[in-house]
């Protein structure tokens, strides 16, 4: 509880310290019995001793308690509590020295400059006080109260920065003025970057980046990978002077190819896109073009153009939800509760067949998948749609390739392949159930049996690579949204229709 | 004979030089923290010491330029809360 003064009691002044007489016939000691035996005086004198040792050990005891609980917490929340005057006293210090255009180096810069100055530090802070208080008049230590603000503040120049004296330090830093003659040159960067301001740091960074090397400001507008600039990146400006700190601390000429007290420029990672590989964009699009088209006419019986086929293919309602639900419904009874990947692997291995309609497969899925939201009958509908939405926006991704595992279109999912599969099995009966072969088809017996099937899921086939489904595959070639699986691309061309 | 009491007195030496270790170190802290906050108030020490002595010179300045009617009324208004 903290008290205040008037209720703090009066500290009671020390005891005399004892002092050893050298005479011992002389000494006196309160509580011995001189009247006693020399054993028993011994003894008493024992028994003195550690209750003596005792009340020390107490004392000890007490004082490390007092400053371990009172002391050192006050003292602590002393110097929490003065931080706030700490700074407001460090700014208002480079204030004045900035208008006094002098350095008043404190134990701090001491310490950190290391002493070979500490003479000429001496010096200064002794001439200092002196040349502010002596002389009245305008000298360049003092204040000079007859320089008006105007013209270090509204230079139009430099509009963004603040009207300080510590904007006139930077100008005159930047103009490469030079300070108070006495100065150390190491003084210099650590003071100035200590005291300049954050916006005037970053005006001198740009100034300097912009003057030495011109070409990545100009190229930083590209997009890809340019090293972000100071003006692109709100970020960077603080990481650059976190790094130039230590980078004055070493001294300034020793990157003659950089600008001074620029750190060397990082390139940021820009938040991207996954970036996918290559596929044949074009060709993938035209495909799709064609087998929508094919299958609208088939659908439609053949009788519109081809652009309003493709056109009526939106309105026409989707007709392959439901070969994937009876599909899956035939062949996932047996399955039950196997969890996702497993019975993925089952079902595909189980049924390593051909997509005998190699050309529709894509196309009505592809049709199916912007049409309708995934029924909970069409729970393969709706992984067939997953990865054929992911298809369908391949364009988008039109430099995806063989790297990325997931978006690999070239290498399409294994439930992919697997509705394609069974939608190609069905493929013959859907073609009057257009208008039937909506969500409702079936919708309780299908989920019923169904396995969701995960459209991500890398099928691993006993014996194959992960990306290879040769084991699924008979010699016909496997169909895709893009055509056919890269590796039999060309030897199946010919069999495409 | 003196081995009771020199036990007890050893182990109550012993006791009082751990404490007076945990002092020791305790009062180093202490040492150490005051130490900084004198270091942090040396800057509360020189800005008060160049506020003085900028108003004092501002002061001095201001009543040794030849001030106009309006000149001084406005300065006198900005030094007078000194």
């Known amino acids: 509880m903290p008290k205040s003064i008037k209720e703090l009691k009066p500290i009671p002044p020390n005891p005399p310290r004892w002092e050893p007489s050298t005479d011992p016939s002389s000494i006196a000691i309160p509580g011995l019995d001189a009247t006693a035996s020399v054993n028993d005086q011994i003894d008493q004198i024992d028994q003195l001793i550690t209750l003596k040792l005792q009340d020390i050990d107490a004392n000890f005891s007490k004082m490390q308690q007092v400053l371990s609980n009172r002391i050192l917490p006050a003292v602590k929340r002393f110097a929490i509590g003065t931080e706030p005057v700490r700074e407001a006293a460090k700014f208002w210090t480079s204030f004045f020295e900035h208008a006094a255009q002098v350095h008043i180096p404190t134990s701090d810069h001491l310490s950190s400059m290391q002493e070979p100055s500490s003479s000429s530090d001496d010096h200064d802070v002794v001439s200092t006080p002196e040349s502010s208080s002596a002389t009245p008049g305008p000298s360049s230590n003092t204040f000079d109260l007859n320089r008006t603000p105007s013209e270090s503040s509204f230079l139009p120049a430099h509009a963004a920065v603040s009207s300080t004296p510590a904007a006139a330090t930077a100008r005159a830093q930047a103009s490469n003025s030079t300070f108070f003659a006495s100065q150390p040159s190491i003084a210099d960067p650590s003071w100035s970057a200590l005291v300049e301001s954050p916006l005037v740091r970053l005006d001198r960074e740009l100034r300097e980046f912009t003057r030495a090397d011109p070409e990545p400001a100009s190229t930083s507008i590209d997009t890809d990978t340019s090293p972000p600039t100071p003006t692109r990146t709100p970020h960077v400006p603080t990481r650059v002077l976190a790094d130039r700190t230590p980078h004055y601390a070493e001294g300034y000429d020793e990157e003659p190819t950089l600008p001074v007290g620029m750190s060397p420029p990082v390139m940021l990672p820009f938040a991207r896109l996954p970036t996918l590989g290559r596929s044949p964009a074009k060709s993938a699009a035209a495909h799709i073009r064609h087998t929508l088209v094919r299958d609208a006419l088939r659908d439609a019986g053949g009788t519109s153009a081809t652009s309003a086929t493709t056109g009526s293919s939106a309105v026409l309602s989707p007709p392959s939800l439901s070969r994937y639900t009876r599909g899956a419904s035939a062949s996932l009874t047996s399955l039950g509760a196997d969890p996702e990947l497993d019975s993925l692997m089952r079902r595909v291995s189980l049924f390593p067949r051909d997509p005998p309609r190699v050309s529709s497969v894509p196309s009505s899925s592809t049709a199916a998948s912007p049409m309708t939201p995934p029924a909970p009958s069409g729970a393969a509908a709706g992984v067939a749609a997953t990865p054929e939405s992911d298809d369908g926006s391949a364009s988008t991704f039109s430099s995806s390739g063989e790297e990325d595992s997931v978006h690999n279109t070239a290498h399409p999912s294994a439930a992919f392949l697997l509705a394609s599969r069974q939608r190609g099995r069905h493929d013959d009966d859907d073609n009057d159930d257009d208008e039937d072969d909506s969500l409702d088809a079936d919708p309780d017996a299908a989920t019923a049996s169904f396995e969701p099937v995960h459209p991500f899921a890398r099928v691993v086939a006993a014996g194959a690579e992960d990306d290879s489904f040769d084991s699924l595959d008979g010699d016909a070639p496997e169909e895709t949204v893009f055509g056919a699986r890269p590796v039999k691309r060309g030897a199946a061309l010919p069999l495409r229709t | ?82």
């Not at chain 2, 003085?52 to 406005?74: C, I, M």
């Open chain 2, 1 to 82: 004979m003196n081995n009771p009491h020199a036990e007890r007195q050893a182990v109550l030496l012993e006791r009082i030089t751990k404490n007076a270790e945990k002092c020791t170190e305790l009062i180093l802290e202490l040492n150490h923290c005051v130490e900084e906050i004198v270091q942090a108030n040396a800057y509360v020490k020189l800005a008060a010491l160049l506020a003085t002595k900028y108003s004092r010179n501002a002061k001095y300045n201001l009543e040794v330029t030849p001030a106009t009617g309006s000149e001084a009324h406005q300065s006198s208004d900005i030094v007078g809360t000194q």
